[in-house]
Every structure is written in C-alpha cells, then in structure tokens.
Nanobody, 121 residues
Framework: QVQLVESGGGTVQAGGSLRLSCAAS????????MGWFRQAPGKEREFVAG????????QYADSVKGRFTISRNNAETTVHLQMNSLKLEDTAVYYC??????????????WGQGTQVTVSS
C-alpha cells in the first residue's frame, strides 16, 4: 500500500511553468507505476502522464506531449510533473496515482488528494 500527497499547484500565467510533486509513503513505492491525472470543472478525470516503476518508460496524453515531463526518484519516493508552456485549458485539479500501467482511472488503486493548477490569461 502507498499513500500519496501532491504539492506545487498554484496560479500561473499562460506560457508559464509549474512543477508538481507527489510524495509517497510506503516501502513498496519503487514497485508501482505512477501516473498524473487531472480533472477540470464539469469534466471527467483524465490521464495526463505515466511512468513505469523503472522510470524508463513514459506515456503522455496528446494534449501535453512536448510540454509536460514526468519523472520519479525512487530513493526519495517522489514523483514530479514538470509543466511548461501552460495553457488556459491546463487548468484543473491534478492528481498523483500509483498502480498498474495504463491510462484509465481504474488502473490506479491509490490516489492523492489533488492540487489545484490555475492558468490565467
């Protein structure tokens, strides 16, 4: 089992950058694939980026490819999402998740509480 706590959200102007962090507790962190999801008001929670347990395999939603980068540090049990060239449509609550490899919510049994990202014009 693993517990997840996100941080790093905030308000940024369009074109700016933010770095989200996810701190994980639990001795089995390094065995989990990790993902970032987001949920905008009135929309379903959607996949943003995924990283396998080794850190060598990544997957991104088309909407963020080339702008977002997911990374992990197994020694520090942290996962990060570097977000560059932010757009208004990136505004959402961002969630860190741990589980199997996939792009669906059901692939990840463990979730953080979320952190708000607001992109302003």
């Amino acid at each position: 089992q693993v517990q997840l706590v996100e941080s790093g959200g905030g308000t940024v102007q369009a074109g700016g950058s933010l770095r989200l962090s996810c701190a994980a507790s639990g001795r089995t962190f390094s065995s989990y694939n990790m993902g970032w999801f987001r949920q905008a008001p009135g929309k379903e929670r959607e996949f943003v980026a995924g990283l396998n347990w080794t850190g060598y395999r990544t997957q991104y939603a088309d909407s963020v490819k080339g702008r977002f980068t997911i990374s992990r540090n197994n020694a520090e049990t942290t996962v990060h999402l570097q977000m560059n060239s932010l757009k208004l449509e990136d505004t959402a609550v961002y969630y860190c998740a741990a589980g199997a490899w996939g792009v669906n919510n059901r692939d990840y049994p463990y979730w953080g509480q979320g952190t708000q990202v607001t992109v302003s014009s």
